[in-house]
């Protein structure tokens, strides 16, 4: 083993003074993000010739997407602890390695339950290879205009993917078999692991921990999150009169607590509550969260608006999604100049507001015509596409070094369990409102005016909901005290 002597120059030696100088990094690192955001935007056009050529129930389909939500979601949390001990380049590449694999395993899937075994395995590689992404790219760097710049990079990469996912898909299975859009995370798998394994040295065991391990936090941990990503699909499919998403929700709750309880009194605890609790980590989660609330929750309200309420095709409701995609990704190139204007604590807490800005007219004026959606669109993704790069920097800078890779994996679990709950939300708020079933069209005179009640009511409520996350996280930002990390250089 190294001595403590021979680690203290790769220690102090300063990182890259540009992002050019960490090229072949970054690129690593982008194609991690872009593997995230490309699986299932471009699963997701496939899913009728799956279920054509695997004779899937649509069931079976839900699980083809849902079964890499949970475990995702689910694990993410124990894959960031597990990073911050043994080494997030280490993690890092064993999941690409996993993922490559995974992805390989497609080309001999016969049925849909085949499928959906290689969707857990790449949810589990998703989870291993994520919090490394920011984590590494966040540690690359000394200055956090730099660090600002580099997420800014390699989150408009995966917005990107995002973005065209779902017309690439649509372009491949005009001429290629459905397998051949899994089969593309092959390729952007080994981009990533040529540019981490190349680009980023090895973690220094000065910058790591070796608590012992909170198997019992973790399993709590993971049983409140899977439950938690369930009960919305569950609500949304069986209604608020079943007693199966109660019971979910309940038993989440029940998990939830029982780890707070675990966590507060054990002497190694798998997620400090301490440091969560600290300002700078408590604000950037609350203003992720409240993003991860108003991105799902509207997207599924607009999705349904335009299509059952309008009667626009998938086509035409596609395009009037993009509104959204547009600033995400054209939004790119203000971020850094609007961090350095006003500040990272500042600039977190404006884009925040936006995103409440967008439900409010949402909620407010939807119902008056497209420009209000597309308004409300375009607010919602100008602040998402600020707040989810510098809420991510403001949650690492206020974290000790041993516990960047669970600060960027509680980041991702604040996104995913509130993109549900702004899932559930909505969908129990349109079955308590809205009478028959909704996908049955044409409506009625009164079930639309019930569905435009039903909107408004969702809309104004993830506005009130995201209001108090936000004003919470802006409030916990000013108790920042005044030697935390220094802002944008």
């Known amino acids: 083993m190294s001595t403590p002597h021979h680690d203290e120059p790769a220690i102090r030696s300063p990182g890259p003074q540009s992002l050019r100088a960490a090229w072949v990094a970054l690129a690593g690192l982008s194609a991690v993000f872009l593997f995230e955001m490309l699986d299932n935007s471009i699963l ?6 799956i279920g054509r050529d ?37 993690v890092m590449l064993v999941g690409l390695v996993l993922l490559g694999a995974a992805s390989l395993a497609t080309a001999f899937v016969t049925s849909a339950a085949g499928l959906i075994a290689v969707r857990v395995v790449t949810g589990v590689a998703a ?33 990107v993917g995002l973005a065209v996912g779902p017309t690439v898909g649509g372009l491949v299975l005009s ?40 198997v019992p936090g973790a399993v709590l941990g993971t049983t409140a999150i899977v439950l938690a990503l369930i009960a919305p699909t569950l609500f949304v499919n069986q209604g608020t009169g079943s007693w199966a998403p109660w019971t979910v929700t309940v038993s989440a709750v029940v998990a939830a607590a029982l780890f707070v309880r675990r966590e507060r009194s054990t002497r190694h605890p798998l997620l400090d509550l301490a440091l969560v609790a600290r300002p700078l980590v408590a604000s950037g989660l609350a203003f992720k969260a409240a993003a991860g609330l108003a991105t799902a929750g509207l997207g599924y309200l607009v999705t349904l608006q335009l299509q059952l309420d309008w009667g626009w095709p998938p086509a035409l409701a596609s395009l009037g999604m993009l509104p ?31 995103v ?25 993704a100008a602040g998402l596409r600020v707040v989810g790069v510098v809420a991510a920097v403001n949650v690492l800078r206020g974290l000790p070094k041993s516990r960047t890779s669970i600060g960027v994996a509680l980041t991702d679990t604040a996104t995913e369990v509130t993109s549900g709950a702004g899932i559930a939300i909505t969908g129990t708020i349109l079955a308590t409102l809205f009478t028959g079933d909704v996908a049955t069209t044409p409506w009625s005179t009164a079930q639309t005016t019930e569905f435009h009640t039903a909107i408004t009511a969702a809309g104004l409520t993830l506005t009130a909901l995201a209001a108090v996350l936000v004003a919470w996280g802006f409030l916990r930002s000013r108790q920042a005290p005044a030697d935390e990390p220094s802002p944008v250089g």
């Not at 798998?189 to 391990?213: K, W």
């Open 127 to 159: 989870a291993m290879t994520t919090p490394g992404s920011m984590a590494l790219a966040f540690r690359l760097f000394d200055v956090d205009s730099l660090r600002v710049r580099a997420t800014t990079l390699i989150s408009t990469v995966g917005l």
């Open 54 to 90: 695997l004779h899937a129930s649509t069931v079976a389909l839900q699980w083809v997407t849902g079964a890499y939500a949970v475990v995702f979601g689910g694990l993410i949390l124990v894959f960031g602890a597990v990073a911050d001990r043994f080494g997030r380049r280490r």
């Open 356 to 380: 409440v800005c967008g439900l409010a007219v949402y909620g407010l004026f939807s119902t008056f015509g497209y420009l209000w959606v597309a308004v409300s669109l375009a607010l919602v």
């Open 44 to 49: 997701n056009v496939a899913l009728p010739t």
């Open 324 to 354: 959204q995609v547009v600033v995400l990704i054209a939004g790119g190139a203000f971020v850094n100049p609007f961090v350095q204007r006003v500040g990272l604590e500042r600039a977190a807490w404006l884009s925040a507001v936006a």
């Open 175 to 214: 001429v290629a078999p459905w397998q051949v859009l899994l089969l593309v995370n092959v390729p952007i798998a080994a981009l990533a692991f040529i540019g981490v394994r190349a680009g980023i040295t090895p973690d220094d065991a000065a910058d790591l921990h070796r608590d012992p391990a909170d």
